[in-house]
């Protein structure tokens, strides 16, 4: 009796030689299967329980002894991040440099899922996932802030101790200009450039490794199999797991809380639809509802789909901006940014002997603190698109791509902020939100108003606003379901409805008892312990490698 | 009366198929039909498989197994999914479709209350398909 073979689905068929790790584990072995009323359930134990059950211990924690949490998160973020502020410059230098010479190495040519395997996805969805899930929420935020707030910082956080444009009276002092626009566009593009996604680019590259070309499960433990060996499969594996669950989840849902309240104040701003507790809440269930018809959909028919849709969206801002702000202009900002970039990237990230304290404590190890704290969640989302490009493809377009694309952004957004103090400097909103008081969450808003039809690209930004929130938190509650469920994919349902529900209950929680400052200033701390297994990541990764060249 | 019978395979419960085999079987040497075993897999490794490749082997060898215990020969059918969670139905529905077949014959549960909000598998297949449905209950 013979079997024949019919498949004919453009299926990805013989994958090619790679180098499976022999392992006694079998996936889901640790799993509870039942039946509990009309639910499966399909959860790793005990990662699934601990997860859950930790977070709402802190949930409670911040909401029985606020003032406690907040004074003690509020110190301990700050404190981490100006201690060990040369030891985040440090490890995010090393990826970098790792990721660039990987790309140049023999080692480049690994295919992720087998020497023939095909890949998933084309480009065009590719690159609209990577933004989604892990940063074009901060692009928004950030994008006119960051350039805007470095050009004029009365508050001793210029970088490098660069010229201040503004004389103590608020007068122009021209000759300083054109220094500080160049040194304040650099300074965030080097925060939004080679180096956050070279930090997601490191996570990403281990878990397609471990899981594509050595047969682990999609799950963060997966990595540490040449350090740890079988004691992954162990409470090793399960502290690392529950970390990243909890770090993800926590993530996710103070961004959540603290985005309802930039929204609203954006809707305030615009509309003048008063800030409320009850408008806030609104808009997390709104969130939270578009995310769940999101996951219920799937990867394909959800996420990616409103990945693609929010992509569109924001290109049309980008294209907006840059031809009412002046496209020739900007063009030639944006050379003079690469250069700058490429100028200033050694000395921006030269972790000794600097005076710029404000700068570097407050901004640059906050920023790589936390995005290395988002890290789990990102890099595994992107591992799980990521299958079947080489190594060499997969850095590039994890790497040097969306580095380029933050920076137009940055120099699009950032530079006509600048622009617009430089030429408006007594009546510039953009000048009044973000310099004379500080107030963060309008400085878009304050940009788009000194922009022709304010009022439709002000709507177009605070609904790019929330679909960026929903793309974060429907790809984060696909990663935690599939690290709480043993790495398997193809848990039931309930389990990623759960996940996206709690996030939204815990965000609310959050938001009307106090304490989202407080806890997003407890998981910027997991940025810490986080950057050590990172850096044996690389180690990981290189031996993954090392055998997959030799197979 | 039937042409081609296609049995959606679960093998992470492949203790739960003997039923649906064992039909589709009888049935195929009834009208002298073919069989065809549909299973579905991830690209990321899963409590079965590693690797697509290797599903698609384990695949082979369990319709091997089940074709010389039944006397009948039978081919196999991989689905691919990146997410089965949210797409198996729709992909089910498709690879029936594609293959043109025109009997279903499938291991199912006991109903419970949660087939009134989301349908079964079959019973989606039932609706949304041209072919017959046959589900077999796995025993107790």
Same mark, same amino acid.
């Given at each position: 009796m013979a079997t024949q073979d019919e498949t004919d689905m453009g299926i990805p068929l013989p994958e090619g030689a790679s180098d499976m790790i022999e392992t006694d584990y079998t996936i889901g072995q640790d799993n509870i299967e039942t039946q509990i009323g009309p639910f499966g359930l399909d959860i790793h134990n005990p990662v699934f329980l601990i997860s859950g059950l930790s977070v709402v211990i802190f949930v409670l924690y911040a909401l029985i002894a606020p003032n406690q949490a907040a004074e003690f998160f509020g110190w301990l973020r700050p404190a981490l991040t100006s201690t060990f502020d040369g030891f985040f410059l440090t490890a995010a230098n090393i990826f970098v440099i790792f990721c660039l010479l990987l790309i140049v190495?023999?080692?480049? %040519?690994? #295919?992720?899922?087998?020497?023939d395997a095909t890949p998933d996805y084309g480009y065009l969805g590719w690159f609209a996932m990577l933004f989604a899930a892990g940063m074009g929420i901060g692009l928004m935020f950030f994008g006119v802030l960051e350039p805007a707030y470095y050009f004029?910082? $009365?508050?001793?956080?210029?970088p490098l101790g660069a010229v201040r444009p503004?004389?103590?009276?608020?007068?122009?002092i021209a000759a300083n200009v054109d220094e500080a626009k160049r040194m304040a566009l650099a300074a965030t593009s080097y925060h939004w450039a080679l180096h956050p996604w070279a930090i997601y680019a490191v996570v990403a590259l281990a878990l397609a490794l471990f899981s594509y070309?050595?047969?682990?499960?999609?799950?963060? #433990?997966?990595?540490f199999y040449p350090i740890l060996g079988e004691r992954v499969w162990g409470w090793w594996g399960h502290v690392i797991d529950i970390v990243a669950v909890f770090a993800t989840l926590f993530g996710l849902a103070t961004s959540l809380g603290l985005g309802a309240q930039q929204a609203n104040a954006g809707l305030e701003f615009v509309y003048g639809i008063p800030s409320s507790v009850t408008a806030q809440v609104v808009l997390i269930v709104l969130i939270t509802l578009l995310a769940l018809i999101s996951v219920i959909r799937g990867l394909d028919g959800g996420v990616k789909v409103l990945s693609e849709i929010n992509m569109v969206l924001a290109i049309g801002l980008l294209l907006f901006v840059l031809f009412t702000a002046g496209a020739v202009g900007i063009f030639t900002d944006f050379f003079a940014t690469l250069m700058a970039y490429g100028q200033e990237i050694l000395p921006l990230s030269n972790?000794?002997? #600097? %005076?710029d304290d404000g700068y570097r404590e407050g901004w640059t190890a906050f920023y790589w603190a936390w995005w290395i704290s988002w890290s789990p969640f990102v890099g595994m989302f992107i591992a799980r698109v %990521?299958?079947?490009?080489?190594v060499r493809e997969f850095l590039t377009c994890v790497l040097i791509i969306p580095s380029l694309v933050c920076i137009f952004w940055m120099t699009v957004f950032g530079g006509t902020a600048i622009n617009d103090m430089i030429a408006n !400097?007594? !009546?510039s909103a953009v000048k009044a939100n973000v310099?004379? %008081?500080?107030s963060p969450e309008l400085s878009l808003f304050a940009m788009l108003e000194s922009l022709p039809l304010a009022s439709i690209t002000s709507t177009l930004g605070i609904v790019l606003v929330i679909v960026f929130f929903v793309t974060s938190s429907d790809s984060g509650s696909l990663v935690i379901d599939t690290i709480t469920a043993g790495?398997?994919?193809?848990? $039931?349902v309930p389990q990623r409805v759960f996940w996206c529900t709690f996030e939204g209950l815990v965000a609310i929680a959050l938001l009307i008892g106090g304490g989202l400052g407080s806890l997003q200033a407890m998981v910027i701390s997991t940025g810490l312990p986080f950057t050590i297994v990172l850096l044996l990541m690389c180690f990981a990764i290189f031996r993954g490698l090392q055998s997959e060249l030799r197979a | 009366m039937y042409r081609k019978i296609v049995v959606p395979i679960d093998l992470a419960h492949a203790d739960r198929m003997e039923g649906a085999i064992t039909m589709a079987a009888d049935l195929a040497k009834l009208y002298g039909a073919t069989v065809c075993y549909l299973g579905a897999t991830t690209p990321t490794p899963s409590s079965v498989a590693h690797s697509p490749e290797e599903y698609k082997e384990k695949l082979a060898a369990f319709a091997l197994k089940e074709a010389q215990a039944h006397g009948q020969d039978v081919t196999t059918h991989m689905i691919l999914s990146h997410d089965p969670t949210a797409t198996l139905d729709d992909d089910l529905v498709k690879a029936v479709d594609e293959m043109d077949a025109d009997l279903v014959v499938m291991a199912t549960h006991?109903?419970?209350?949660?087939d009134r909000i989301w349908a079964s598998n079959g019973g989606n297949l039932a609706r949304r398909t041209k072919a017959s449905v046959c589900l077999v209950r796995a025993p107790a």
């Open positions: 190495s023999p080692y480049g %040519s690994v #295919r992720l899922g087998g020497a004029g910082t $009365p508050w001793g956080d210029e503004f004389a103590e009276d608020g007068t122009l070309n050595k047969g682990l499960p999609l799950s963060i #433990r997966s990595a972790p000794i002997g #600097r %005076s %990521s299958r079947g490009r080489t !400097v007594d !009546v310099i004379d %008081s500080y790495g398997k994919i193809d848990a $039931p | 006991v109903p419970h209350i949660g």
